[in-house]
């Protein structure tokens, strides 16, 4: 059974940072792609960030660029997303996702929740003002 656990969600103030992790287990496959997704009160699951094993290739959504990076040690089965100069925005529940292997080479459209097969429960960032 395929199982992603996220965690370093926390309260921080505007400008400061977290590292968020997403440890997975069960999932055997070498070719895969990690999508992060956040989910504010009210609003639409987005993605955010997505990682490609094949060659570390990365996606971003535009409102997260220069700040957000995702990046996946394999060997520990975990990826994670650093995420600095938080903003009250950036507020939300935030998980992340595993497909693989992948039907394509990533491209945006892997910042598509469909794309994914499995999903974590999620963990809380809220950001302070």
């Known amino acids: 059974e395929v199982q992603l656990v996220e965690s370093g969600g926390d309260l921080v103030q505007a400008g400061g940072s977290l590292r968020l992790s997403c440890a997975r287990s069960?999932?055997?496959?070498?070719?895969?792609?990690i999508g992060w997704f956040r989910q504010a009160p009210g609003k639409e699951r987005e993605g955010i960030a997505c990682?490609?094993?094949?060659?570390?290739?990365?996606i971003y959504k535009e409102s997260v660029k220069g700040r957000f990076t995702i990046s996946d040690d394999n060997a520990k089965n975990t990826a994670y997303l650093q995420m600095n100069s938080l903003k009250p925005e950036d507020t939300a529940v935030y998980f992340c996702?595993?497909?693989?292997?992948?039907?394509?080479?990533?491209?945006?459209?892997?910042?598509?929740?469909?794309?994914?097969?499995?999903w974590g429960q999620g963990t809380q960032v809220t950001v302070a003002s």
């Open positions: 996702a595993a497909i693989g292997p992948p039907v394509t080479n990533i491209g945006s459209h892997y910042l598509w929740s469909y794309e994914y097969d499995y």
């Open positions: 069960g999932f055997t496959f070498d070719d895969y792609v």
């Open positions: 990682i490609s094993s094949r060659d570390g290739s990365t």
